[in-house]
């Protein structure tokens, strides 16, 4: 059976936010930003499922562990 992941909106912007230049992202494009969503939780809730026993069946710890990755993996660059 597959586990639902909730990840809420907060958290989504703050993940893609955290890794795009704020002036990318348009909020009237909600259309462009409902089909990136739709992905990302796509993706996400495989890589889950995946990983979640490693990390003793806690879906949260791997969302954790994801940001820490992402933020190594997209570091800010001064302007």
Same mark, same amino acid.
């Not at 995946?50 to 026993?53: D, G, I, Q, V």
């Not at 940001?67 to 570091?75: D, H, K, L, N, V």
């Given at each position: 059976m597959a586990t639902k992941i909730i990840i809420t909106e907060k958290q989504l912007k703050r993940i893609v936010n955290n890794h795009l230049q704020e002036d990318s992202? *348009?909020?009237?494009?909600d259309r462009k930003w409902n089909l990136l969503e739709k992905d990302l939780r796509f993706v996400v809730e495989k890589i889950i499922d #995946?990983? #979640?026993?490693n990390w003793g069946d806690d879906q949260y710890a791997v969302i954790g562990? %994801? /940001? /820490?990755?992402? *933020?190594? %993996?997209?570091?800010?660059?001064e302007r």
């Open positions: 992202w *348009q909020p009237d494009d #995946k990983h #979640k026993s562990a %994801m /940001e /820490e990755i992402f *933020q190594g %993996m997209f570091a800010k660059v």
